[in-house]
């Protein structure tokens, strides 16, 4: 019997509409309202425990823009006062204890020491470049006082392609974020104004990452173990790529001959727009990139390791994975193979990323979680934009500030969701009430 208490709802959970609760005498039927579907966030009405036969999880499919589905996934559903139940014996209590480990996340910093202005790609949106490192002060600042917080997640695009150079704007930043140790990951604005050997030996300053410099491509992906039990992994979303290489290595080789075939063009300057590509092929632009072989291959073998030692394991990039959490014009160009490998390995709990600039949130069939971070640079003054995740065994939460949002999302271990091959069920056809975006 699964059983769950009240304010420790799964923020992905879908439910089958009419599917009849025990609780209150006045709440006989589920009520949207009450569970407070246009937040996002599941508000329980007032009942000690409740039991559980079928829940629904959505069902992501390929399409850009997408943060929900009209179809699901049936797992548990609810059992009425008296009923019996044979269908599990598992057992699931949420619980108080400490989390195993806590950290702050932030995405798209982007300082410049240039004036305000719209964003390019949208003018309703204004980039505040000098104030980004305030908001940045404020979120290591609010970080200190957080009791137990080991360390920040950086996910890329710390400086603005306006600096003109890789010193003095990184500098600047990386000094803001003071004592607490910070893990970086590559974005493509750094890489606009850095090679990847100029921007290693800045981390190597500043970083508390093992970031390999041995004289010859330095290697930006990596994993550590901040307490046994639970791993995080960065991913360098732009190992093959236009940006920060020479022309003559084959990393960037690779990458022009899928931007023109993509494009139809080897006119460089038309791969820094969507232009006339539709759907999914609208990933292939040179703001993007992928990840070699090399560096699938020490994937899989990191998360083939994490699942013999049982590890919850966080996932880290610039560039979003999921074409459900963030538009095309934003995805990862082999983000397909890397979901098969997240799919794969019941380890993998939650990939995190920025550079779409918008919040964004999916989960897959296999119970994996994808979120992306709202991000500083077009940040109001007044607001803030940054996140503290806390992981338990059998939940993460994620704490958001100012724009960014706030979940629980359950671990799929815990649910018994992704442990093998096979997807959970079959796909419900019955619609289902959208109670996360």
Known sequence: MLQFRPKCMPSFICWKAL??????????????????????????PSWQTFRLRELIIPHPESHPGSFYQPGGQSIFRVLLPGEATMESDMSFECSSQDPLVTFGVLADVQYADHDDKPARYDPSLMRYYRNALNQVRRAYDHWSRVPGLGFVLQLGDLIDEHNGGCHRGLDRVLEAMGPLPSYHTVGNHELYNCDRKDLARKYLQ????????????????????????????????????????????????????????AHGTWDEECWEQTGELMGLDQRFVDSNGALSDAQLRWLDAELTRADALGEVVVVFGHLAISPASAGADCLLWNYAEVMGLFDAHPCVALYLCGHTHRCGYAVDTKGVHYMALAG???????????????????????LGSGREETRTLWLRTALGVGAGPEDLTTALSAPVVRVSV
């Open 376 to 398: 500083i640079i077009e940040t109001a003054p007044e607001q803030e934009a940054f996140s503290t995740v806390s992981i338990f065994p059998d939940r993460i939460e994620v």
């Open 19 to 44: 599917t009849i609760i025990a609780c209150q005498p006045c709440h006989n039927t589920l009520d949207a309202g009450c569970y407070g579907v246009d937040t996002g966030i599941l508000q329980p």
């Open 206 to 261: 500043h970083r508390h990452t093992e970031l390999p410099l041995d004289g010859g491509d330095p290697v930006f992906y990596y994993s550590f173990t901040p307490r046994p039990g639970v791993r995080l992994i960065s991913l360098d979303c732009f190992d093959v790529s236009v940006l920060g290489r020479d022309p003559r290595e084959p990393q960037r080789q690779m990458a022009a001959e899928l931007l023109a075939r």
